[in-house]
């Protein structure tokens, strides 16, 4: 049957995977008989791969590794083993391997969740139900308040992170990121209006104290699933950003995608269409403070924070599409966006 499946260009090497397969305990008995390559992660190559009784998710780094790539796959297949039996929805983890002689590099295998990713046009009742597009942004919060309630030491995660000076280093860290981006070749350096006068506000304003847990790190719509059946989340998915922090910066991660009624007027169109029925950003910090118990008064400098680090990280695509090693057209998307995310959180320090 290895000789039908497709290698997808040198990304799956199939008798070695097989053999892998035959030494795991994963669901399903016998050799794997079809692969799809899935949608979704701009980076990164998933696969659902099928067997007699079962199927199950193979992700992988792209072909062309880039220096931390194997590190990050483990990473990603560790938060996921150790959020088992939580109140996370995320993909059930299956078997991860650092043999990269197996397929070229690391992978990890996990469950497939059955749902959609909500990006551009909404499915079905989503489109057409105001009260299901209304539970969304809840079902979102519910799952990063269920996050940030993970005992991360008790997990096992103590060293996944570094949770000390966690709040005074973000803004210097996240800046040296955007200023390093000056050595990529026709790069015409950072044109975004109101970096300094943000992050200058970050630090004046900065909170007391952190309050140190798992953070997903890219908590939008892009990284999420949803059910099909019922206006219920299937899963997180997409953990490479995850590391240890405060898990209000997913709060306001998630405020960045949202759109309301007197955000800057930038030609930004809302993550998923139509958008009439969604509750406001006041509804979404109200129900994570009643959920978690936390004191929400510090959630403007997340949200701003959220803005300022996630501008840096957009334009990294940019510098990378000037240097010809991304497309143009999301290069330029990407920029577009961290424009807004500025004026953005110049709005909130107004």
Known sequence: MTDSLSDFDGLLNWPSLQDWVATQSLPGTGPITAVNKLSGGSQNNIFLLSRKDASFVLR??????????????????????????????????????????????????????????????????????????????????????????????????????????????????????????????????????????????????????????IIHGDLQFANVMFRKDEPRM???????????????????????????????????????????????RADLIKQYGEISGRDMSDMPWFFVLACFKLTCLLEGTYARACAGKASMEMGNFLHNYALWLMAKARQLIA
């Not at 650092?98 to 070229?104: K, R």
């Not at 919060?141 to 966690?166: E, H």
């Not at 973000?170 to 981006?181: C, E, F, K």
Request: net charge negative.
């Open 60 to 213: 992988r780094p792209p072909k062309h590794l880039r220096p931390n790539s194997n590190e990050t796959m483990l990473r990603e297949a560790r938060v996921l083993a150790a959020l088992k039996g939580s109140a996370v929805p995320h993909p059930e983890f299956h078997a991860a391997c650092a043999d990269e002689s197996v397929i070229g590099s690391a992978f990890y295998v996990m469950a497939a969740l059955d749902g959609f990713m909500p990006i551009g046009a909404l499915p079905g009742n989503y489109a057409t139900d105001p009260q299901w597009r209304r539970a969304m942004g809840p079902e979102m919060v519910k799952a990063a308040a269920a996050l940030a309630a993970v005992d991360y030491q008790a997990v096992g995660l103590s060293d996944f992170g570094k949770p000390d000076n966690w709040l005074e280093r973000q803004v210097s860290r996240w800046r040296t990121q955007l200023d390093g981006y000056r050595e990529m070749p026709n790069y015409p350096g950072s044109s975004l209006p109101y970096i300094d006068e943000v992050g200058d506000w970050l630090e004046r304003n900065r909170p007391e104290k952190a309050h140190i847990g």
């Open 234 to 280: 299937a899963g997180l998915i997409d953990w490479e950003l995850s590391t240890l922090g405060d898990p209000l910066l997913d709060l306001g991660w998630i405020l960045t995608s949202w759109t309301e009624p007197g955000d800057p007027d930038m030609g930004r169109k809302p993550a998923v269409e139509p958008w009439d029925g969604f509750v406001s």
